[in-house]
């Protein structure tokens, strides 16, 4: 732990390897597209979390063991952890776990899908934390999940029996967490690239936080 930072940013990823990443968008997508798509979505996520004052940086990638140096290249600053967990909620539970025993006061996850999101609101997400407002705070999308989740104690019952990757994986999330006592809060909702549809709304707003990305479109849907 960087003994100045209280504040933890984990950064679910995956490395960008053709048949791995953004499957879904392939077709229409090329499988080197898709690759390459999600290439760029890691390296604007990267980029724009760099600067969060008064935060460290923790990668947990999905993949073989041995990509831990290949990260570690492109965020040299950031702690490289493989993810552990055979689902999404028991990956999520561990990371919060190894990073509040590194000795973090508050974590936050984002993953790779939102690289326009504006870096703000992961401020805005150690702020509310920070500042007792709430227990578990997220950052809704637009297809019923989340795109941010955040923390200041281990509460892994929040992941426990959710519907991943459905419509109602924000709305049980909630009720989890209201049942388990905890209070939530909910920053701006947010939108994550995963249609043909939603890269496209990208390419009309043209934000600046995904430079990469947005060129990649600008070439491959012109």
């Not at 063991?65 to 055979?86: H, I, N, T, W, Y």
């Not at 992961?122 to 989340?146: K, R, T, W």
């Not at 209201?178 to 990208?202: K, M, N, Y």
Request: proline content about 7%; glycine content about 6%; overall charge negative.
């Amino acid at each position: 732990m960087n003994s100045n930072h209280l504040n933890a940013l984990l950064i679910f990823a995956k490395w960008p390897e053709p048949g791995k990443v953004k499957t879904r968008l392939s077709p229409p997508l090329e499988t080197h597209e898709a690759t390459e798509l999600y290439r760029c979505m890691l390296l604007d996520t990267l980029e724009n979390s760099a600067d969060i004052i008064g935060t460290s940086r923790m990668i947990f990638f999905d993949g073989e063991p041995g990509r831990s140096a290949d990260f570690k290249l492109l965020a040299p600053d950031a702690e490289v952890v493989v993810q552990e967990g055979d689902d999404l909620g028991e990956r999520l539970a561990n990371a919060f776990a190894k990073a509040f025993a590194f000795g973090y006061r508050s974590v936050a996850v984002v993953g790779t899908d939102s690289p326009h999101m504006p870096v703000a609101r992961i401020s805005e997400a150690f702020h509310l934390l920070n500042s007792q407002c709430a227990d578990v705070i997220f950052g809704p999308s637009e297809d019923g999940g989340y795109y941010l989740v955040a923390m200041n104690s281990l509460n892994p019952g929040v992941f426990a029996d959710i519907p991943w990757s459905s419509q109602d994986t924000l709305a049980r999330s909630l009720e989890k967490t209201e049942s388990l006592g905890l209070s939530p809060a909910l920053l701006a909702t947010g939108f994550d690239l995963d249609t043909v549809a939603d890269l496209l709304r990208l390419k009309q707003e043209a934000r600046p936080a995904a430079p990469r990305t947005l060129s990649l479109l600008s070439r491959i849907m012109p």
